[in-house]
């Protein structure tokens, strides 16, 4: 027990758990603390809206493994952190965020910035707390740090804003690491046994993969059945791309080569995911997914096990474990699939080579403005070493997902299920403070981007040199698909009028640059990633659209009334 004011308990409970960078707005609330986070070795992080502010948190938690951790003034300040902690929370995030509430002797009275702050992330946190006295503000925290990383999701810490004040003996207690278990002897006994005795196994390798630092136990797994991996929706770099197995995305805008394979399996081992429902949709017109197949479920989470798919095996351990342990049994038992492995190898090359031309083909336009997909293609060329690609919610960026290829894990950030316009740049901004030496590029349409913009200011201010590629179509695209599958091609609220965003860009101080013509894309990414500065890459695309992402949820329009007749299809 050390004698010390409550503000620096928290901050040396931040300290005891290795923070180092946080993330916000500056407010009064929480001013007292954030006054010695300096002397603390706590970079703070001054944000143009705290929405940015947990989405850094987000990024920078999924590239590092390391909690992410946000704070904002009491009231508005917090309000604005929604939206970016529901995408934190189906992205399984381990953020800290930390709310500062109306001091405790003004709550219920409608005071200055007072709204109750729990019932608002109830539903989008693994855990809540509200710190009810100041001598325990070193205790709260240490718990909301110790869930966020074993239950893998953002945590709130609620503290009213005069208990950052107070004198008393603290404990600062150091990290609580909670070991996860491989799953039960015998569901994992069983997950062997089917694997044995598949015929065509497929692995479909979720973000519990990446989240249990499980590529390497997955290779060896896949290596040893000789099994076809695919990855689940947007977990594109849960496997290495250019590895003889990869077999690429399931999901919107995925790899066919992977919905082909994965309709063959007679037993799908589903490494790390919960199996969500958008992630099996048809796609290209392909009702993939093997009504058939045995599935054999590996989730640290037991609530995700069977949730979506009916399962025959449900193991509820660690996707890294997991994998480790049916190894060890698979090799001491015969394998049926080992007497067609070459026939298995020779389809999964041929469904590849077929998919590779086929998308080739579709990126080959030579037109100016460019066609999204040569765009797409241009920069998957050029993508730098390393590089860590986060993407939006759009019609160029989830036509992206056939052309995000990597070989190495935490590198691809989706927007996740939430699905949120404005994820992609301030999450990239987090990806780069956690991982300096990698280049960060984030992909945005240009509508996202009006969301998203006015952290260019903060990228030239703290110094973080991002690249957003913008691909300016100059539409809503993605919605504007629905009103002309749906709506007869009645634009209402899709057509945008944009300025120049490299010229935005400059004027908030970073780099802009413009293309509109394939041969230009290389060298304009690599101009910006090597720049070692914020650059806003505007790149002119016409208004293609692919496929919309849910044309399944879309009903054509009946009109009832008279005055609304011309609305019909
Ligand atoms: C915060 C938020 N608002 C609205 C939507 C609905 N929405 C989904 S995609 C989309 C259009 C995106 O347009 P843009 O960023 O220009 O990309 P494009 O589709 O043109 O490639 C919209 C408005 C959303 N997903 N998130
Ligand atoms: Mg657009």
Redesign the pocket.
């Known amino acids: 027990m050390t004698h010390m004011t409550s503000s620096e308990a928290f901050v040396e409970t931040l300290v005891a758990h290795g923070v180092t960078d946080v993330f916000g707005i500056v407010g009064s609330a929480y001013m007292d603390a954030l006054d010695i986070f300096e002397p603390a070795g706590i970079r703070f992080y001054s944000v143009a809206h705290e929405q940015a502010a947990a989405h850094m948190a987000d990024g920078y938690s999924r590239v590092s493994n390391r909690h992410g951790v946000c704070i904002a003034q009491n009231g508005p300040g917090i309000t604005n952190f929604v939206?970016a902690i529901a995408a934190a929370y189906w992205a399984h995030s381990p953020i800290v965020m930390v709310t500062p509430q109306t001091g405790s002797m003004g709550i219920g009275k409608g005071g200055f910035q007072e709204t109750d702050q729990m019932p608002i992330f109830e539903k989008i946190t693994k855990y809540q707390v509200q710190v009810n006295r100041f001598e325990r503000i070193a205790e709260h925290t240490h718990r909301a740090f110790t869930l966020a990383m074993a239950e893998r999701g953002p945590v709130q810490i609620n503290i009213p804003r005069d208990l950052f004040y107070g004198e008393a003996d603290f404990n600062i207690q150091k990290p609580l690491v909670i070991e996860r278990s491989a799953g039960g002897r015998e569901s994992l006994d069983a997950a062997a046994r089917a694997l044995a005795d598949a015929k065509f196994p497929v692995i479909l390798a979720g973000g519990g993969v990446i989240m249990a630092d499980g590529s390497d136990p997955l290779l060896q797994l896949a290596e040893f059945l000789d099994a076809p991996v695919v990855n689940s929706y947007l977990h594109n770099d849960s496997f290495p791309a250019s590895h003889r197995l990869s077999c690429g995305p399931l999901g919107y805008q995925g790899s066919k080569a992977a919905m082909h394979i994965v309709a063959q399996a007679d037993v799908i081992l589903a490494l790390g995911t919960r199996l969500g429902p958008f992630g099996t949709l048809p796609q290209h017109g392909i009702e993939y997914w093997p009504e058939n197949a045995k599935v054999v479920q590996i989730d640290v989470d037991h609530r995700m096990l069977g949730l979506v798919q009916e399962v025959e095996v449900a193991v509820h351990g660690d996707a890294a474990a997991a994998a480790v342990e049916i190894l060890g049994r698979l090799k001491n038992m015969q394998v049926a699939s080992a007497a067609n492995t070459e026939e298995r190898l020779t389809e999964v090359a041929k469904q590849k080579q077929a998919w590779a031309d086929e998308l080739s083909g579709w990126s080959s336009s030579d037109a100016v403005p460019m066609a999204p997909r040569r765009a797409l293609r241009e920069l998957e060329n050029a993508m730098p070493e390393g590089a860590m690609v986060t993407t939006?919610?759009?019609?160029?960026?989830s036509v992206a997902n056939s052309y995000l290829t990597f070989d190495r894990p935490n590198s691809m950030f989706a927007a996740m299920m939430w699905?949120?316009?404005?994820y992609a740049f301030p999450t990239a901004m987090g990806c780069k403070v956690a991982a300096p030496d990698r280049p960060a590029i984030a992909y945005?349409?240009?509508?996202?981007?009006g969301?998203s913009l006015a952290e260019v200011m903060t990228c030239v201010r703290e110094n973080i040199p991002v690249t957003a590629v913008v691909?300016n179509?100059g539409?809503?695209?993605?919605?504007k698909k629905n009103q002309i599958d749906f709506y007869d091609d009645r634009y209402v609220g899709t057509n945008?009028d944009n300025p120049s965003f490299a010229a935005v860009a400059e004027a908030m101080g970073a780099s802009g640059i413009t293309v509109d013509s394939p041969d230009q894309v290389g060298d304009a990414l690599r101009q910006a990633t090597e720049s070692g500065r914020p650059t806003v890459l505007e790149v002119m695309v016409n208004d293609e659209l692919g496929e919309p992402f849910r044309r399944d949820a879309l009903n054509l329009p009946v009109r009832l009334l008279g005055k609304y007749k011309a609305y019909e299809a």
Do not use: H, K
Request: a negative charge; hydrophobic letters at 40%; charged letters at 10%.
């Open positions: 939206t939006d919610i759009g019609n160029v960026c699905g949120n316009c404005g945005v349409g240009d509508g996202a981007w969301m691909f179509n539409q809503w695209g993605a919605e945008l």
